[in-house]
Structures are given as C-alpha cells and as structure tokens.
C-alpha cells in the first residue's frame, strides 16, 4: 500500500478547571494514497437496491422476506430476494412426483413427462417423412389409374378398329356372295 504524510487541519479544545480554550492547529497524518472512499462497482438485480451506506444490495420485498422467515421450514435468499425451504428440508421423490423446494417444501405431483428437444426434433423428422411419403404414394397411385384408363381405352379402341375390319371384311363377303347369286342368275 502505498501511503505519505499530509497535514490536516483540526481544532484542540484544551479543558483548564472550568473553561474551554479551542485552538486550530495542524496535525501531521499519515495518508494510504492507494485507499479511496466509495464502493466501486457493485450490480443489483431487478429485486434489489443499493445501500450506500453498506455498499451491498438489499431486497425491496422486505415484508416478504418477514414473513418468510416466520415459517420454520424456510430461509430468505438474499441474492434472488426470494423464499426457499432449508436445504435440509429438500428430498428425492418417488417417481412422478417432484420436489416443490419454494412453497410446500413437499414432494408433489410432477407435470407431465416433457420431451427433449432431441426427441422433439427427431418426431418432427418423422412426421415429416411420413407426410412426404403418403403424398408421393397418392400422386403415384393417381399416376397409375391415368395409365390404367389410357390402356384400357386404347385396348378398346384396337378391338373396336380390329372388329371394324372385322365388319368390313364380312360386309365385302356377303356383297361378293350377293353379287356371284345375281350373276350367276
């Protein structure tokens, strides 16, 4: 630390039988030059002021923290300004259960199980394949009946044309048939 010498001012009062002689002088101290007054930086949070007196945060919720320490089972928390059960309060809970370590010191019935986000995503994933996968089949199965119905009326159109031919060849038969009656008539 580094320190010096300084004179500072002051006032003697000399007490002689019944009166008071007051009488300024300086007197030779010695100085820490490296010391300084104050508190520095000192960050409160949300729930908190500072004291600069104390050079510390002190919670604002003062009636709170009253009525927190009325209870046997609790503590106040001076840096979240908050009620907590003592730590030897605090148990493991049977499964489905969890412990409430703020307002009943109790084990009590826990939420529903949560999934990770890991676990999330990876049902996402699926989900999304799954979709992918129904559309592709409905479009390849749409796909399908138009071919179907393209071969089916084209089928018939062959056996239509090939009957035609069928017809024609029957017809020119029966003409020549008729024509041979007549001649030979």
């Known amino acids: 630390n580094e320190t010096g010498m300084q004179d500072v001012p002051v006032i003697l009062e000399r007490i002689s039988g019944q009166t008071t002689v007051e009488v300024c002088t300086t007197v030779k101290m010695e100085i820490h030059i490296s010391c ?76 529903p199980v949560s999934a990770s986000l890991g676990v999330m995503v990876i049902l996402i994933v699926i989900i999304v394949v799954l979709a992918v996968c129904v559309v592709g089949l409905g479009i390849l199965y749409h796909r399908s009946r138009k071919q179907n119905a393209f071969y089916l009326s084209q089928q018939r159109s062959f056996r239509t044309y090939s009957s035609q031919g069928q017809d024609e060849k029957e017809s020119e038969a029966l003409r020549a048939r008729e024509l041979e009656v007549v001649t030979n008539h």
Not at 66 to 73: E, F, I, K, R, S
Not at 90 to 107: A, F, M, P, S, V
């Open 36 to 111: 300084n007054c104050g508190c520095g930086d000192v960050e409160c949070n949300e729930k908190q002021d500072f004291n600069e007196k104390s050079c510390s945060c002190i919670c604002k919720n003062s009636s709170e923290r009253g009525q927190c320490l009325a209870q046997y089972n609790k503590i106040w928390d001076e840096e979240h300004c908050s009620c907590r059960c003592r730590p030897e309060e605090w148990r493991d809970c049977t499964t489905g259960y969890e412990y409430d370590g703020i307002y009943t010191c109790q084990c009590l019935p826990g939420a």
